[in-house]
T-cell receptor
Framework: DQQVKQNSPSLSVQEGRISILNCDYT??????FLWYKKYPAEGPTFLIS?????DKNEDGRFTVFLNKSAKHLSLHIVPSQPGDSAVYFC????????????FGTGTLLAVQP | DTGVSQNPRHKITKRGQNVTFRCDPI?????LYWYRQTLGQGPEFLTY????????KSRLLSDRFSAERPKGSFSTLEIQRTEQGDSAMYLC????????????FGAGTRLSVL
């Protein structure tokens, strides 16, 4: 049972436009949500997070929105840049003392120049 | 801050052989995690250490897998009698602050079992 789902395996966006990556989850006990970016041959790199008590968190070009009633979160990148091209993983934690992360399957973002 | 270091980066082995991977976390981080990632999937949790104590193991971690973190510093993950299904990227992550769940990942060890 996939507790964190990313239903879009890939997304292609023009440089300068907005990229919107989506994530759905099933476990209402999650209390933290994170986005990681992964380039080939590198480990995932933390991008931005949001606590379950908030509905928006912004950091520069990156904004994460959380809709708890829909169990849905999204990552907005504005404006998109070619260097943003990578695999983006949504992750959730909080269902236990270890704070281990439960990851989605990832979305490959391609930003076209 | 030198980041999380994993060695080796790549390991090719024959089915039935034992392999061992090493992870050096960020020095002040007391929490250490191992994950496994297969093609087309996100990382999946394997095990967690707080200092030297192994506090949680996933059902994915069969009896052939063992992990240690002596003295709460580096960690090793050993796979005995490797099988082709063990082929994957093994990722190590460390963290300090449990309140925000932010983990720092190494580049991983890619295991290929022939």
């Amino acid at each position: 049972d996939q507790q964190v789902k990313q239903n879009s395996p890939s997304l292609s966006v023009q440089e300068g436009r907005i990229s919107i990556l989506n994530c759905d989850y099933t476990n209402s006990m999650f209390d933290y949500f994170l986005w990681y970016k992964k380039y080939p041959a590198e480990g995932p790199t933390f991008l931005i997070s949001i606590s379950s008590i908030k509905d928006k968190n912004e950091d520069g070009r990156f904004t994460v929105f959380l809709n708890k009633s829909a169990k849905h979160l999204s990552l907005h990148i504005v404006p998109s840049q070619p260097g943003d091209s990578a695999v983006y993983f949504c992750a959730a934690s909080g269902s236990g003392a270890t704070n281990k992360l439960i990851f989605g399957t990832g979305t490959l973002l391609a930003v076209q120049p | 801050d030198t980041g999380v270091s994993q060695n080796p980066r790549h390991k090719i082995t024959k089915r039935g052989q034992n392999v061992t991977f090493r992870c050096d976390p960020i020095s002040e981080h007391n929490r250490l995690y191992w994950y496994r990632q297969t093609l087309g999937q996100g990382p999946e949790f394997l095990t967690y250490f707080q200092n030297e104590a192994q506090l949680e193991k996933s059902r994915l971690l069969s009896d052939r897998f063992s992990a240690e973190r002596p003295k709460g510093s580096f960690s090793t993950l050993e796979i005995q009698r490797t099988e082709q299904g063990d082929s994957a990227m093994y990722l190590c992550a460390s963290s300090l602050d449990p309140t925000v769940s932010k983990e720092y990942f190494g580049a991983g060890t890619r295991l290929s079992v022939l």
